[in-house]
């Protein structure tokens, strides 16, 4: 079955530490790569997004992720994290361009100020 | 364009009631995907619908259900409520045809005492 998996539930860091969540997606075919993220009491919002091109997608907020084919994996990277980058991070695939979008279940970001 | 909006924001019911949430979508998108959201499990696929006709369900037992209307405003019934049932219930709002991201709502919380 098609599946997405985010390897850390629950991340803590201190301000201006580097941030990397892993994500990892089950599926050979071509897909549509997402990283949303809710802030506490929010809605999700799109962080970034891949659909081709350029593997390095950048997003808000100074987030930028990579995806790598060979891998099946699409990281959240931030080189300096501020305490309101609190909050919670999904990775989400659409396996085709009319399918249902997969996530992840989500890694708890908590940075300590 | 106005967002996605989700009716009632927040709802109370005993077990076994049933209860019947709202998702009007963003103008023009003619797909609307329903998932349910709790701690640990992150998003679950509920069901996704696409111009009144259900394109995908997710693994849900039958007491979820779901129809669109003409005017691609979308419902979610529960029947016979549990206690497990209690979660935010998520709308996205999608039109295919662009390749956009889908755009979430705000969420129903339902809290099943």
């Known amino acids: 079955a098609q599946s997405v998996s985010q390897h850390n539930h629950h991340v803590i860091l201190s301000e201006a530490a580097s941030l990397e969540l892993g994500c990892n997606y089950s599926y050979g075919g071509t897909v549509n790569l997402f990283w949303y993220v809710q802030y506490p009491g929010q809605h999700l919002q799109l962080l970034l997004k891949?659909?081709?091109?350029?593997?390095l997608v950048k997003g808000i907020k100074g987030f930028e992720a990579e995806f790598i084919k060979s891998k099946f994996s699409f990281n959240l990277r931030k080189p300096s994290v501020q305490w309101s980058d609190t909050a919670e991070y999904f990775c989400a695939v659409i396996p085709n361009r009319d399918d249902k979008i997969i996530f992840g279940k989500g890694t708890r970001l908590h940075i300590l100020p | 364009k106005a967002g996605v909006t989700q009716t009632p924001r927040y709802l109370i019911k005993t077990r076994g009631q049933q209860v019947t949430l709202s998702c009007s979508p963003i103008s023009g998108h003619r797909s609307v995907s329903w998932y349910q959201q709790t701690p640990g499990q992150g998003l679950q696929f509920l069901f996704e619908?696409?111009?009144?006709?259900?394109?995908n369900k997710g693994n849900f037992p039958g007491r979820f259900s779901g129809r669109q209307f003409s005017n691609s405003r979308s419902e979610m019934n529960v029947s016979t409520l549990e206690l497990g049932d209690s979660a935010l219930y998520l709308c996205?709002?999608?039109?295919?045809?662009?390749?956009?991201?889908?755009?979430f709502g705000p969420g129903t919380r339902l809290t099943v005492l």
């Open positions: 996205a709002s999608i039109d295919p045809t662009s390749g956009s991201p889908p755009v």
């Open positions: 619908y696409f111009s009144e006709t259900q394109r």
């Open positions: 891949y659909f081709s091109g350029d593997p």
